[in-house]
């Protein structure tokens, strides 16, 4: 079974950055996709950016040019470096594994964005 353990949560001024990471347990990284999602308060969880196991990426419309999603298979890490932060970021972010029918998730890493 899969773990996913993220961390770089934190507090931070609006325009500013932070970098998340999701490590991941087990030798089936580097054939998964890997995905980072966020869900606010009040709101259903949505994708935020996906990268395949090729290193193809995917963004939703409203962090495009903002965030950056990448990976490194030798130390089973995905990251999210997310740039120009907005209050409307705020969310707890949760990393997602996902390969041939097996799914997990990490427990989320909360993102604050505020003055």
């Known amino acids: 079974q899969v773990q996913l353990v993220e961390s770089g949560g934190g507090l931070v001024q609006p325009g500013g950055s932070l970098r998340l990471s999701c490590a991941a347990s087990?030798?089936?990284?580097?054939?998964?996709?890997m995905g980072w999602y966020r869900q606010a308060p009040g709101k259903e969880r949505e994708l935020v950016a996906h990268?395949?196991?090729?290193?193809?990426?995917n963004y939703a419309d409203s962090v495009k040019g903002r965030f950056t999603i990448s990976r490194d298979n030798a130390k089973n890490t995905v990251y999210l470096q997310m740039n120009s932060l907005k209050p409307e970021d705020t969310a707890v972010y949760y990393c997602?594994?996902?390969?041939?029918?097996?799914?997990?998730w990490g427990q989320g890493t909360q993102v604050t964005v505020s003055s």
């Open positions: 087990g030798n089936i990284f580097s054939s998964s996709v």
């Open positions: 997602n594994l996902d390969v041939l029918g097996y799914n997990a």
């Open positions: 990268i395949t196991s090729g290193g193809s990426t």
